[in-house]
């Protein structure tokens, strides 16, 4: 069983940056991808950035591309998103989530372990 423990989250003017940080400890062998995911309140959860854990490909959602970088650190087990050019459409609480399967990166259903969730807010 994977445990992953999410920091770095706050409170930001638009234009601001963060960095999310995501550890993992228990079993950590993980195959598939590692990825961020954010909620925002009365909606789904979707997709922002993962990165393949054998060859590590990052992949974005549209909206984040040019903004947010996703990147691991394998000795450390800890995978970062650092967050540039927030904006307020960027609020929202982000998960951390790790799967074994190769495909969908951003299938929110093949995702096998969670994290409990960062917040991020970001005023205009």
């Known amino acids: 069983q994977v445990q992953f423990v999410e920091s770095g989250g706050g409170s930001v003017q638009a234009g601001g940056s963060l960095r999310l940080s995501c550890a993992a400890s228990?079993?950590?062998?993980?195959?598939?991808?590692v990825g961020w995911f954010r909620q925002a309140p009365g909606k789904e959860r979707e997709a922002v950035a993962a990165?393949?854990?054998?060859?590590?490909?990052?992949y974005y959602v549209d909206a984040v591309k040019g903004r947010f970088t996703i990147s691991r650190d394998s000795e450390k087990n800890t995978v970062f998103l650092q967050m540039n050019n927030l904006k307020p459409e960027d609020t929202a609480m982000y998960y951390c989530a790790a799967k074994n399967s190769g495909l969908g990166w951003d299938n929110r259903a093949l995702y096998n372990y969670w994290g409990q969730g960062t917040q991020v807010t970001v005023s205009s």
């Open positions: 990165v393949g854990i054998g060859g590590g490909r990052t």
């Open positions: 228990g079993y950590t062998y993980i195959t598939g991808h």
